[in-house]
């Protein structure tokens, strides 16, 4: 049975910066992309940044050069660090896992990101 354990949420100041982590488990399939998805209030789930297992990445334009992904490949996991955190920034994270073509498709539980003065 396939795992995601996210990490690293909270509460912080605009400006701030927060690190999320995700670790996978319990898939028997090849992981090709790790990626980290965001739900406001009121707002549709929109993709943040995505990596995939040879390191290419993509980013939201709100987040270019302020958010930046890694994965630990033989490890499974993948990371979000966020960087001069916006008000904007506010949504529970979601981790998301994907074989190459999509057969497999895997949702962490959500990790709650406040940025808040």
Not at 27 to 44: L, N
């Amino acid at each position: 049975q396939v795992q995601l354990v996210e990490s690293g949420g909270g509460l912080v100041q605009p400006g701030g910066s927060l690190r999320l982590s995700c670790a996978a488990s319990g898939s028997d399939f090849v992981i090709y992309t790790m990626g980290w998805y965001r739900q406001a209030p009121g707002k549709e789930r929109e993709l943040v940044a995505v990596i995939t297992s040879g390191g290419s990445t993509n980013y939201v334009e709100a987040v270019k050069g302020r958010f930046a992904i890694s994965r630990e490949n033989v490890e499974n996991t993948v990371y979000l660090q966020m960087n001069s955190l916006k008000t904007e920034d506010t949504a529970v994270y979601y981790c998301n896992i994907r074989s190459k073509f999509g057969a497999y498709n895997y949702w962490g539980q959500g990790t709650q990101v406040t940025v808040s003065s």
